[in-house]
């Protein structure tokens, strides 16, 4: 098999085309949950792949990364509560809060390492979100209901479904493509230097601290994106959207489907929330079940999903 015809590319573009296909399917079989499911999975799969360029290819592990959600979501919740309709205003505030957010966490959060870098990203994330929580005029604890989605020029149309779901994953595809540019490009071999050894990195010479805080906001900033898509998606943003618990749905779907790899956060994506639908109409205890699942693919599959299909796919080498 060819070095661009494996197992794992097969199936990289498989999923893109089917995910392209799905409003058809939805017309055929007349199922609009479908798409209703198809569409939140893409929203957070962009999220995911923010998180995959800090955590897979900078080693930056962050338990906060869910803030930007609630950030990307409240902004466009709340200047619809102030009756400012117009996309052009509420995504571009959306991007640029989320943006001041992450630069005031990784000023702070990547003067340290290890536990101390995830317990600063954890409290600045819960600190938003006993803030936001606490703002009466905006919902306070019960949630923020959005009566009226973005409006743009037509013929975009956010309120159809078939039109808003396209418009999400045209985004996801520009975020995969924008972390495979940055991750391939010098900019991105110094992240992933630093991750690897950051000493050796600065004593070459390269900034790493300054390359670390821009990709650290522009994560922020991808998955602000991801949160004012699912604000919009649900007509509805809260406090929990940024809650800790999202944020280790976030990194379970980048760990899934394979940590440092650009297709697989999208591949954890599918895999994590079909299988938690499914799980769930079978029983409601469907974490006992997903829990061990899980665990198997740390144990066996280290490269999650996208590793082990990279497995499948190479050659076994033959012992003399």
Same mark, same amino acid.
């Given at each position: 098999?060819?070095?661009?015809?494996?197992?794992?590319?097969?199936?990289?573009? #498989?999923?893109?085309?089917?995910?392209?296909?799905?409003?058809?399917?939805?017309?055929? &079989?007349?199922?609009?949950?479908?798409?209703?499911?198809?569409?939140?999975?893409?929203?957070? &799969?962009?999220?995911?792949?923010?998180?995959?360029?800090?955590?897979?290819?900078?080693?930056?592990?962050?338990?906060? %990364?869910?803030?930007?959600?609630?950030?990307?979501?409240?902004?466009?919740?709340?200047?619809? %509560?102030?009756?400012?309709?117009?996309?052009?205003?509420?995504?571009?505030?959306?991007? /640029?809060? +989320?943006?001041?957010?992450?630069?005031?966490?990784? &000023?702070?959060?990547?003067?340290?390492?290890?536990?101390?870098?995830?317990?600063?990203?954890?409290?600045? #994330?819960?600190?938003?979100?006993?803030?936001?929580? /606490?703002?009466? @005029?905006?919902?306070?604890?019960?949630?923020?209901?959005?009566?009226?989605?973005?409006?743009?020029?037509?013929?975009?149309?956010? !309120?159809?479904?078939?039109?808003?779901?396209?418009?999400?994953?045209?985004?996801?595809?520009?975020?995969? $493509?924008?972390?495979?540019?940055?991750?391939? +490009? @010098?900019?991105?071999?110094? *992240?992933?230097?630093?991750? =690897?050894?950051?000493?050796?990195?600065?004593?070459?010479?390269?900034?790493?601290? @300054? $390359?670390?805080?821009?990709?650290?906001?522009?994560?922020?900033?991808?998955?602000?994106?991801?949160?004012?898509?699912? #604000?919009? !998606?649900?007509?509805?943003? =809260?406090?929990?959207?940024?809650?800790?618990?999202?944020? /280790?749905?976030? *990194?379970?779907?980048?760990?899934?489907?394979?940590?440092? =790899?650009?297709?697989?956060?999208?591949?954890? #994506?599918?895999?994590?929330?079909?299988?938690?639908?499914?799980?769930?109409?079978?029983?409601? $205890?469907?974490?006992?079940?997903?829990?061990?699942?899980?665990?198997?693919?740390?144990?066996?599959?280290?490269? /999650?999903?996208?590793?082990?299909? $990279?497995?499948?796919? @190479?050659?076994?080498?033959?012992?003399?």
């Amino acid at each position: 098999m060819s070095a661009t015809l494996t197992v794992r590319n097969v199936c990289a573009v #498989a999923l893109l085309v089917a995910l392209v296909l799905l409003p058809l399917y939805v017309w055929l &079989a007349d199922d609009q949950f479908v798409l209703t499911l198809f569409t939140r999975i893409v929203i957070l &799969a962009l999220a995911a792949v923010s998180l995959n360029l800090i955590l897979g290819y900078g080693g930056m592990m962050s338990f906060g %990364h869910a803030v930007y959600l609630g950030i990307g979501g409240y902004a466009v919740g709340i200047l619809a %509560h102030e009756e400012i309709q117009s996309g052009f205003i509420q995504w571009p505030v959306a991007l /640029g809060a +989320s943006a001041v957010f992450a630069l005031a966490i990784g &000023a702070l959060c990547l003067r340290t390492r290890g536990v101390y870098f995830i317990m600063i990203t954890l409290a600045f #994330a819960q600190m938003a979100y006993y803030v936001i929580g /606490g703002i009466e @005029r905006y919902g306070g604890d019960d949630g923020l209901t959005i009566y009226q989605r973005s409006q743009f020029v037509p013929p975009i149309d956010l !309120n159809d479904r078939t039109q808003f779901y396209y418009v999400c994953l045209a985004l996801l595809y520009g975020g995969i $493509y924008l972390v495979w540019r940055i991750v391939n +490009s @010098r900019f991105g071999m110094v *992240i992933q230097g630093s991750r =690897s050894n950051d000493v050796r990195m600065r004593a070459i010479g390269f900034p790493t601290y @300054r $390359y670390k805080l821009i990709c650290f906001v522009i994560a922020g900033v991808i998955c602000g994106l991801s949160g004012a898509l699912l #604000a919009t !998606n649900t007509d509805f943003i =809260s406090p929990n959207t940024m809650y800790w618990t999202r944020s /280790g749905d976030l *990194i379970i779907m980048v760990v899934l489907g394979g940590m440092g =790899s650009v297709i697989g956060p999208v591949f954890g #994506a599918v895999a994590l929330l079909v299988l938690e639908e499914a799980l769930s109409g079978i029983t409601e $205890y469907w974490q006992i079940i997903l829990g061990p699942l899980l665990l198997l693919v740390v144990l066996f599959a280290r490269g /999650g999903i996208d590793g082990l299909l $990279y497995d499948i796919g @190479r050659p076994k080498r033959v012992q003399p």
